[in-house]
């Protein structure tokens, strides 16, 4: 078994796939890139770095960084051939390095394996080199070294191998060859003749030799694909047809035990399909039937993508429906808002909150979706806060609209014993009003949650006893008429009083009302909401600020567990207090004990202009740049 560009990416998996399912197969793994020197483990990006800049304080640290790259890639040939060693054995495992674009070093390493067994059995031809990049940035010397790693390499191997062709010739190619992804024309051209060529071969090939190109799709684990930037690409374009290792390796498999007749093999499961169509290729013959449809063809999603998760009954909150991926410090979730369902559901609570007129999502709520994400991933720990939470933009529902599913993408990024830091970004398909898409993947909200062992004590507000009652304010967003219109559960704050320093009011929530739709939920998202809403209460002889929704919170504190309908349950009395000074909002019980703490509030301009100001009545109300 030999293979060009095997030590790195898919390859090594399917190797070990085969040394699995075959009789200690004799393997030769070849390739540009060398095994290491020593065993030491390499150290982290930055060390490596620093320590190479000291030796070598000429170099750039673009130098620095690809030699750090290529550091990491022989350790990764290491970890291959010692992996297929394990199963297959000392003496059975070979690496050889050689540049395929080399045509005497690939014919003088073909004739080694020939002359020592014979025969090849199994061939897998996997090089390449992806240069993504717009066709303006792109140069001559990216266009030709793309097409000569897959074309000129081709070529040598079968020159290599004129006369004594092995008994299974597996070339990769990709799936982007119909459906190309941007930045990629001569990739995806290259691989366009490599299929070609195997099926030419495949015809006229001698008879017990059979050779073929498998159109892969993208790897979510491991490959060029499995990067990033990569997946990025992919989603934002609608050709993430994702495949995890383990159904890669059972393509593999089936494709080189039962090589098709046409040289060419691709698997086509549902994702595919979508992602064909979308192209316009039919991937049912005429009078084909489809369990999607009687006309034989899938129906395309509504462009409202992520997919929605399959439900998962032991997400308790509403904003999180179900785990779309998950690994071991990341998880993605998906929230979806059908308009057919949204009355008896959702919509009981959403109808409450509007902006121009839509249900729409209130900003505090964004937290909900994190927290309970950020808990998910960290079961042992307890929320007690946010930071840097910004909303980019609404979350809005449209009842005459299509079906709006958001993804929560979730990922660990500081664990200690004690606690831990969850980065949470929500995103999700701009749809305009005609359902076209106006922006892919369309960053709604991010923040970073706070997780610890147990709950801060938090210090509380100045001294409020003096303020004198306002008996004739009444919330000015607390009213049916747009653009804001805040009502039931929303409208939660009364009672108020102002003084010279700061300004107070009361909370309540009909929390038996409440709790069959809100009873699941992870932190108080509508106190929080509450407590926003003080500074729209100005010092004496000022006027309300004129400021859009919410934008950003810089941080939120939360001095103990419970949601809404928990808190509102305990604790009859909640007074929520802002500080004129600071802007800085706090709200506390009937005893003194202070249940969350909100700084640096900022919000959109009702001008639509794009700016943010800060609503505190002490600071000049100019944008915040």
């Known amino acids: ?56 304080p000429g170099a750039s640290v673009g130098e620095l960084r690809a030699a750090y790259e290529k550091a990491q890639a022989r350790l990764e040939v290491r970890r291959t051939v010692r992996r297929l060693t394990e199963l297959c054995g000392q003496d059975r495992v070979h690496h050889r390095v050689c540049d395929i674009l080399d045509a005497e070093a690939t014919t003088a390493v073909l004739d080694e394996v020939v002359d020592r067994h014979g025969q090849i059995d199994l061939l897998i031809n996997t090089v390449l080199d992806l240069r993504s990049r717009a066709l303006h940035a792109k140069t001559l010397t990216d266009f030709r070294a793309v097409r000569a790693t897959k074309a000129t390499g081709y070529r040598n191997l079968k020159r290599a191998l004129a006369g004594r062709p092995p008994r299974i010739w597996c070339n990769f190619s990709t799936l982007a060859t119909l459906a190309p992804a941007p930045g990629d024309i001569d990739y995806c051209a290259v691989n366009e003749y490599l299929a070609y060529a195997s099926a030419w071969a495949q015809r006229h090939g001698p008879d017990g030799h059979r050779e073929l190109a498998i159109l892969w799709s993208g790897w979510r684990e491991v490959g060029v694909a499995s990067s990033v930037t990569m997946r990025e690409t992919l989603k934002r374009n609608q050709m993430d047809a994702y495949i995890s290792t383990e159904q890669g390796c059972a393509q593999f498999l089936s494709a080189v035990t039962r090589p098709p007749a046409a040289g060419v093999a691709f698997f086509i499961r549902d994702d595919e399909r979508v992602l064909l169509a979308r192209r316009g290729i039919s991937t049912y013959g005429p009078g084909g039937t489809s369990t999607y449809g009687s006309s034989g063809e899938p129906r395309i999603p ?44 959702d919509g009981r609570w959403m109808r409450h909150h509007r902006v121009n007129g839509e249900y729409t999502l209130a900003g505090t709520f964004t937290l909900e979706a994190a927290a309970a994400a950020a808990a998910t991933l960290c079961p042992d720990l307890v929320v007690t806060g946010f930071r840097g939470l910004v909303c980019r933009t609404s979350i809005t529902v449209r009842l005459a609209g299509p079906r709006r599913t958001v993804a929560v993408e979730a990922r660990v990024t500081s664990r200690k014993r004690d606690g831990a830091e969850v980065a949470v970004r929500m995103t999700a398909h701009r749809i305009g009003k005609n359902g076209k898409v106006l922006r892919f993947n369309d960053l709604l909200c991010e923040t970073t949650v706070v997780l610890a062992d147990r709950y801060p004590v938090l210090a509380g507000p100045p001294d409020f006893s003096s ?45 038996a009302a409440w709790a069959p739709a809100l009873a699941g939920m992870t932190v108080p998202a509508i106190l929080l909401d509450a407590m926003v809403h003080l500074l729209l209460l100005p010092p004496r002889g000022d006027h309300p600020p004129l400021v859009g929704p919410m934008a950003g919170l810089d941080e939120v504190e939360l001095g103990g567990p419970g949601n809404d309908c928990l808190l509102s349950a305990e604790h009859p009395a909640i007074r929520l207090h802002c500080d004129f000074a600071t802007g800085d909002l706090t709200a506390v019980t009937g005893h003194g004990k202070v249940l969350a703490r909100i700084t640096g509030v900022t919000a959109h301009a009702l001008d639509h202009s794009g700016e943010l100001v800060r609503p505190r009545a002490r600071v000049p109300q100019s944008p915040l740049s």
């Open 1 to 56: 078994m030999v293979a060009f560009g095997g030590a790195r990416g898919i390859t090594p998996e399917l190797l070990h796939a085969i040394a699995r399912t075959s009789d200690r197969p004799h393997v030769y793994v070849i390739g540009r890139t060398p095994l290491p020197e020593g065993d030491d483990a390499l150290p982290p990006q930055a060390e490596f770095i620093a320590a190479e800049h000291r030796s070598r």
């Open 302 to 345: 509504a462009p409202d993508a992520p997919p929605p998760a399959v439900p998962d009954p032991s997400l308790t909150s509403p904003l999180l429906d179900g785990v779309l991926h998950r690994g071991k410090s990341w998880a993605v979730f998906t929230k979806t808002w059908d308009p057919h369902t949204l009355a008896e559901r």
């Open 467 to 511: 303020h004198d009652p306002e008996p004739e304010f009444a919330m000015p967003v607390y009213s049916p008429d747009p653009p804001i219109s805040l009502t039931g559960p929303f409208a939660g704050t009364s009672d108020y009083a102002r003084g010279p320093d700061g300004n107070s009011a009361r909370f309540g929530l009909d929390h």
